[in-house]
């Protein structure tokens, strides 16, 4: 999978800006607060449908411009794709690929695959549990958009369920009627993402294991601990876990047990990381984790995804760096980073320098 051409129009800090990336390694360098992460951004928005850093699509338009629009050509193995993705102020967001509207997020994640690595992932080891889950979700997501769809449904009657338990909490003349059809949705759902997450994390442990004792010799391994523990995974034991709760639940005036509490941990050896690793420690498991998850892609979509660097080299140790440029040196990356030097000991086949929403390429 690669890209081949960005152009951008009202965009964070660009008025009109267009970017031809090389097929390999293609570095963006500049001083801070000049664009560099914007362009990473953007490319990532025409495989998630929204930014990697902000909730908000309209902070994303050109501060006193009400609309922006941004075009990516990219390809796989098969075809050309023209991507465009316009927004404007009032809400309206529209993306097209070859002119075809996408109206779905799960439409959309079939064309494009990016994995994004970024400093602020050490909160996927360190943060709150949901941005494990969030991490899982958009990776799962990315690979098989049927479990974007039931995530959403997941969600949607799990909001339903709240909302009745509240309303139970809080009056006794309320029908707990609606309670179990709940239930028996949110097992159907939830049931189905526990398989497709217990079968991922298995997945990416075998390559994340593997790739981090490449790195520095220990055993990385990631456990998935579900909310609904069962020995099978399957619709009748989620159900029956849900019920036995439900008077638990009532007096609490939520959800105790489902897919919504469920924690991705990581070890070394018999220590769970966030609890004693360094940050160079924290820093290597990610890296491993995200190196596991383009291998997982490059599995399931027979092409390797485009690899978004944001800022990591000047982060890493010399012999992290060099496993890293050794396992770039044949994919397509766009690496960020304010020190040239910084890239000095990988191949780098294309240079662009970022200033103020300007992109010039250097000529060698
Ligand atoms: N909607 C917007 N309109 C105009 N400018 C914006 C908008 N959103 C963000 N910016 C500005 O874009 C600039 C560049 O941001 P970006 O995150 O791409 O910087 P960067 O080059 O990656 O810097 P760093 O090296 O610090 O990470 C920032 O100064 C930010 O304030
Ligand atoms: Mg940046």
């Excluded at 008077?247 to 939520?254: D, K, L, M």
């Amino acid at each position: 999978m690669k890209v081949k051409k960005l152009s951008v129009t009202n965009f964070r800090n660009y008025k009109n800006e267009t970017v031809s990336f090389g097929e390999n390694t293609n570095v963006f360098f500049g001083n801070n607060a000049q664009g560099k992460t914007n362009l990473l951004e953007a490319v990532y928005l025409f495989s998630h449908g929204r930014s990697h850093r902000t909730k908000s699509d309209n902070e994303m338009i050109n501060f006193g411009s009400d609309f922006m629009k941004l075009c990516l050509e990219f390809s796989d193995a098969d075809r050309d794709y023209k991507a465009v993705l316009q927004l404007s102020k009032n809400g309206k967001k529209s993306i097209s690929i070859n002119n075809v509207p996408i109206t779905k997020l799960s439409m959309l994640m079939r064309y494009l695959n990016v994995v994004m690595f970024s400093p602020e992932d050490l909160q996927i080891i360190k943060g709150a549990p949901q941005i494990r889950r969030h991490f899982l979700d958009e990776a799962i997501s990315q690979l098989y958009p049927v479990y974007l769809k039931r995530l959403i449904s997941y969600h949607k009657n799990l909001a339903q369920k709240n909302n009745l338990l509240k309303k139970m909490h809080f009056s006794e003349n309320i029908s707990g009627d609606m309670l179990d059809v709940w239930n028996e949705q949110l097992s159907d759902d939830g049931s189905f993402i526990m398989k497709y997450r217990a079968d991922f994390i298995e997945n990416l442990n075998g390559y994340a294991s593997e790739i981090h004792k490449e790195i520095c010799k220990e055993n990385l391994n990631l456990l998935y601990t579900p909310s609904v523990d069962c020995d099978i995974i399957d619709k009748e034991n989620f159900y029956k876990k849900l019920s036995a709760v439900s008077a638990r639940e009532i007096e609490n005036g939520s959800s105790l047990y489902g897919i919504q509490r469920d924690e991705l941990r990581f070890f070394i050896g018999d220590k769970e990381i966030k609890n004693f690793a360094s940050q160079g420690q924290q820093r290597t498991a990610v890296l491993s984790l995200k190196m596991a998850q383009t291998e997982l892609i490059a599995d399931v979509r027979n092409e390797y995804p485009v690899l978004l660097l944001d800022d990591i080299m000047s982060e890493l140790d010399l012999d992290r760096r060099a496993y890293l440029w050794g396992k770039i040196k044949d994919k397509q990356v766009i690496l960020t980073c304010t020190d040239l030097d910084d890239t000095k000991d990988g191949s780098v086949s294309d240079i662009f320098e970022v200033v103020s929403g300007k992109v010039t390429k250097r000529e060698e």
